[in-house]
C-alpha cells in the first residue's frame, strides 16, 4: 500500500506553511521562538515545544558576556583575578566534559564556574541546560534563575527559564504576573524578553511588541531580544518588517544560529522556500548542539524527499533535546520514509512517551502500519494493528478527513490479503493432498509387486561322461 505515504507527501507543505504561521500567531501553549518545523502529522496538528537551546560551545568574547542591563543589577562579590582566570580554565574543562558526553561532570564544572563570581553568565545558563538533560527541572530552574539574578541583561536564561516554566504546564496568566513581579523588584533585559516569549504564547502580540521594544531601548544591540521583535512582528504577518529586524540581529552576530533559525521561518513565510532551506541549513551548520536547527532542517529535507539527510540532521536534534517529543515524531517520519519500519516505530512510540497528548503520533503510526512492511509481522496482522491506531487517534480525540480513505483502502487490502490466504491455505492442502496420494500410490504398488529374484549363488554345473548316448533304454543289462 502506497496511497498514505502519497497523501502525507501531499500535504507536508502545507502542514510545515501552516506551522510557521501558528508559531508567529503565538495562538499555542508554547513559547513561539525556535519552534521545530512540523513533517508528516495531520495538517492543523500543534506546534511542536521548543527545545531547549543548547550548551555554549566556548568561553563568551568578551569578559562580561552580557549586554548592558535596563537597570543597575543588584550587588554581588565580583571574583579575583585569579578567580576569574580559574573559572574559565572551569568553564572550558566543563566544554570538554559535556562533547565527551559525561552530562554529570559538565553539570558540576558549570555550576562551579557559576558560583565562583566570574564574569560567565554562559556557566549559569549551561549548567541550567546540563540539569535538564539530565531531568533535573528544579535544579535547571534554579541555575536559570540565579543566573537572571547576577546579569539581568541575559537574555538567553530567562528564554531558558520561561520554557523550561512552559514545558512543565504553568499556566501562560500566572507566568505573566510572576515576570511582572521580578521586572518590579530588578528591571532587566532579559526578563523583559521573556516576558515578551509568554505574552507571544498567549496571542498578547501587541504586548509582547512593547516588552521587546523597551528590552531594545535598554540595549539597542540584544540579539534575543531582536529575535523576539522579529516573532511578534511575524505573528501579525509582518513579514517583511520582520525580516528586516532578524537582518539587523544578523548584522550584530551573525554567528548566532537562532537568527539563521528564525529567518528560516521568515523566508517560508514569505514563499522563498529554496532561501528558508539555506538559511536553516546554515543554523544547524553553526552549532552542531543546536537542536531546533536541525530539527527544523530535517524536517524540510523530509517534505524534498531527502530522508536520509532528515534523518541525520534530527538524530542530531533529539541526542541535544532527547525531551522534545514533536522532534522525535519528525524522527519517525524520516524513518518512515526510509522504510525503516522499526526505527520508525520506536521514534514514535518514544514521542507519545513524552508527550501521551502528542495524538500525531498515534496517526502517524497507522499510517507506517498501513504503508511499510515490518520483517517477521505478517501483512494481514499490520493492516489490522494500522485501524487500531486510527482507532486510538480517534478515540484521543483526533480529527482528519483522510482517515475515512486511509479505513477503506486498508479493509480493502485485508479483503484482498484474507482472499490470498485462503489461496494460500487451498493450494498448501491440495499439494499436501496430492503428496499423501503419491506416498499412498507407492506404498500400494510396492505391495502388489512380486517377490523379487533369489540372489543367491548359482547351482553347480555336474559334468555329463563324453561318449555315445542311446536314444532308448538297454534291456537286460550288460552280459
Request: charged share 25%; proline share 7%.
Amino acid at each position: 500500500m502506497r496511497m498514505a505515504a502519497r497523501m502525507a507527501r501531499a500535504a507536508l507543505l502545507a502542514t510545515l506553511f501552516a506551522t510557521i504561521l501558528s508559531s508567529c500567531a503565538g495562538a499555542r501553549k508554547t513559547a513561539p521562538a525556535e519552534v521545530a518545523a512540523r513533517a508528516g502529522g495531520p495538517p492543523g496538528s500543534p506546534a511542536a515545544e521548543p527545545a531547549t537551546p543548547s550548551v555554549a560551545a566556548a568561553l563568551p568574547r568578551s569578559a562580561g558576556g552580557s549586554p548592558t542591563p535596563a537597570s543597575a543589577p543588584p550587588a554581588r562579590v565580583k571574583a579575583s583575578p585569579e578567580a576569574e582566570r580559574q573559572a574559565r580554565a572551569q568553564f572550558s574543562h566543563a566544554v570538554k566534559l559535556q562533547e565527551l558526553g559525561d552530562l554529570e561532570g559538565a553539570a558540576a564544572a558549570f555550576e562551579a564556574a557559576r558560583r565562583s563570581g566570574a564574569e560567565l553568565p554562559w556557566a549559569g545558563f549551561n549548567a541550567g541546560v546540563m540539569q535538564e538533560r539530565l531531568g533535573h527541572a528544579d535544579r535547571a530552574t534554579a541555575d536559570y534563575e540565579a543566573t537572571i539574578e547576577a546579569f539581568p541583561g541575559f537574555a538567553p536564561a530567562a528564554q531558558n527559564l520561561v520554557r523550561l516554566w512552559l514545558r512543565r504546564g504553568r499556566p501562560l496568566d500566572q507566568l505573566e504576573r510572576e515576570l511582572r513581579a521580578r521586572l518590579a523588584r530588578a528591571d532587566g533585559v532579559a526578563l523583559r524578553v521573556g516576558l515578551a516569549e509568554v505574552l507571544l504564547s498567549g496571542g498578547k502580540n501587541d504586548a509582547a511588541e512593547e516588552e521587546c521594544k523597551k528590552a531594545l531601548k535598554a540595549d539597542e544591540k540584544n540579539v534575543p531580544a531582536m529575535v523576539a521583535l522579529a516573532n511578534a512582528y511575524a505573528a501579525r504577518k509582518r513579514f517583511e518588517l520582520a525580516r528586516m529586524v532578524l537582518e539587523n540581529a544578523r548584522q550584530v552576530d551573525g554567528t548566532d544560529p537562532a537568527v539563521w533559525n528564525r529567518l528560516g521561518f521568515v523566508e517560508l513565510a514569505l514563499g522563498n522556500r529554496p532561501q528558508a532551506i539555506e538559511n536553516f541549513k546554515t543554523a544547524a551548520s553553526l552549532r552542531p548542539d543546536y537542536s531546533e536547527a536541525h530539527a527544523n532542517y530535517g524536517a524540510i529535507l523530509a517534505s524534498a524527499d531527502d530522508f536520509s539527510g532528515a534523518a541525520q540532521e534530527l538524530e542530531l536534534a533529539v541526542r541535544y533535546a532527547p525531551g522534545s517529543a514533536a522532534t522525535w515524531l519528525d524522527l519517525g517520519n524520516a524513518f518512515r520514509g526510509l522504510q525503516a519500519f522499526e526505527k520508525a516505530e520506536a521514534a514514535y512510540r518514544k514521542a507519545l512517551q513524552l508527550d501521551p497528548s502528542l495524538n500525531d503520533a498515534r496517526f502517524n503510526l497507522a499510517v507506517l502500519f498501513l504503508d511499510v512492511a515490518r520483517p517477521g509481522l505478517p501483512t494481514l496482522q499490520r493492516l489490522e494493528q494500522g485501524l487500531t491506531w486510527f482507532d486510538e487517534f480517534e478515540k484521543h480525540g483526533g480529527t482528519e478527513p483522510r482517515v475515512a480513505a486511509y479505513r477503506k483502502d486498508t479493509r480493502r487490502e485485508i479483503e484482498r490479503e484474507k482472499k490470498r490466504l485462503v489461496r494460500e491455505e487451498k493450494d498448501r492442502l491440495r499439494k499436501e493432498a496430492d503428496a499423501r496420494r503419491r506416498a499412498e500410490e507407492e506404498r500400494q504398488a510396492a505391495t502388489a509387486a512380486p517377490a523379487p529374484a533369489s540372489t543367491g549363488p548359482a547351482p553347480a554345473i555336474v559334468p555329463v561322461p563324453a561318449g555315445p548316448v542311446s536314444g532308448k533304454l538297454q534291456e537286460g543289462g550288460d552280459k
